[in-house]
């Protein structure tokens, strides 16, 4: 069954996408949607990552509302930074993270978690994983903001993931 269903929650949720994005429930697209769910999941499963194997799953939870704290805190600061613009201009720099996180997976979660908090830019991973280089919109100190990163996002996954 593995073997053709693949990833059977992802061929349900592509199969109910395709409805609600074509707002019909006509046997034309109840089938189309049923392929789409059924051959996407088979022709892309060389492409999906090792399985996920969730160490701690409690810290998944106080990392979902730690993370939607920084996006809604992160929103006021950078709107703020925009707005006193002209009278403080953000320093903006780039800064290198020595990285401890290694599992794929985690390092995706880090990857997402970065890219939603406004602010920061995840622009580059060293090849070995050992360093990612981040760009922040308003940075007042280096070493204070990666040990919060490191701290806040990064620990966690690893209790997660590894």
Known sequence: ???????????????????????SLSA???????????????M?????????????????????????????ASNIAVA???LMAGKKPPRSRFI????DLRDANGLAA????????PGTIWSEL???????LLHVFDLDDEAQFIRHFKDTYERPLMEIFE
Do not use: E, Q
Not at 6 to 22: G, R
Not at 110 to 117: A, D, G, N, R, Y
Not at 126 to 132: G, I, K, Q, T, W
């Open 44 to 72: 892309f499963a060389p492409l999906r990552p090792l399985p996920i194997h969730i160490r701690r799953p409690g810290v998944v939870i106080k990392l979902f509302f730690v993370v939607g704290r920084d996006v809604v």
């Open 96 to 99: 290198k993270i020595p990285l």
């Open 28 to 42: 034309g697209n109840l089938l189309l949607g049923a392929a789409l769910g059924f051959l996407a999941p088979l």
């Open 80 to 82: 703020r930074g925009v």
């Open 110 to 117: 880090l990857s997402m978690i970065t890219t939603v908090v």
């Open 1 to 23: 069954m593995k073997r053709l269903f693949p990833a059977p929650w992802l061929s349900l949720a592509l199969w109910l996408l395709w409805l609600v994005l074509n707002l």
């Open 126 to 132: 060293a090849l070995d994983r050992s360093v990612l």
